[in-house]
């Protein structure tokens, strides 16, 4: 979301989101309260460092982790501040571990990426660190049914060979599809609450994130092409839920409701899929982030995105 106010944005985001509120993230407040910053933050027995290239890893806890949880501390703070007698689901979100590795430098300059013992210890420390940010939500919000979002904008860069290394002159070697797909599978076993991966990149592999078990893909739909329909007809008749980004993330003029969801009915109609799931498989949400929308257009492409939805399960067809 857009500003530094964490008071006012969880007040906008729990009005405005009555049915699925969830714990918003202001970069603009500076580095610890960026998604890499924040996934930093949440990782136990290894610490990050802000260097001019961006997070590296570093020997012992330092001033940028301990702002960086400071920041999450606050953004708690206010969340449960509005939520007092809140029951329902409440979506967290947090950057996932292949994203985080591939984003964060090791001591001597390059991605985790490049070794694969890192990538295993980034997940490990990772899935615990998630363990008790869950653990403490349900403690400040007790009537929450915690949502897992593991934000994997990198996850198609990582499989595909295309991540660059430190000095930017050459790519990382692609990471194995069997190796991803397990090491996802480990971390969403591990904790015991639903899980969406999000990506607003093209080419997000949908197979692969299922056999990983997760409840729900969302996307950018800017970006499907049809060489995705198999793999999201499956996905839906599976019971996978696809949150589909179909709302603008950046200052634009924003259509009807209806309008918004064309997309969503024409790609149903074209796999055959049956129009009463659409009010079950899917919800609607911006494209990818608010963080670079000014804070007026944040609050109108939230309350589209609640309309748009409606529209969905009123008129399927």
Known sequence: MPGT?????????TGS?????????????????????????LLVELFAQVEPSGWRFADRPG????????????DLDALEEFTQGYRGPLKLQAVGPWTLAASVELRHGEKALADPGACRDIAGSLTEGLRRHLAEVRTRVPGAEPVLQLDEPSLSAVLAGSVKT??????????????AEETLRSVVRALDVPVVVHSCAPGVPIPLLRRAGVAGVSLDFSFLTERDDDDLGEAVEGGTVILAGVVPSTDTG???????????????????????????????TPTCGLAGASPDYAKRALSLSVKAAQSLVDNPE
């Not at 309008?259 to 109609?269: D, F, M």
């Open 166 to 179: 430190a000095s930017g002159f050459q790519r990382l070697r692609a990471v194995d599809r069997q190796v």
């Open 63 to 74: 001033r940028d982790s301990r702002r960086a949880r400071s920041w999450l501390g606050e």
């Open 17 to 41: 989101l009555e049915l699925l509120p969830h714990l918003p993230e202001l970069p603009a407040r500076g580095p610890g309260a960026d998604m890499i910053g924040r996934g930093a933050g």
């Open 5 to 13: 106010d964490a008071r006012e944005t969880a007040r906008t985001v």
């Open 254 to 284: 924003l259509s009807d409701p209806a309008g918004s969801v064309q997309g969503v009915r024409t790609l149903w109609r074209r796999l055959g899929l049956d129009p009463e799931l659409l009010g079950r498989r899917v919800l609607v």
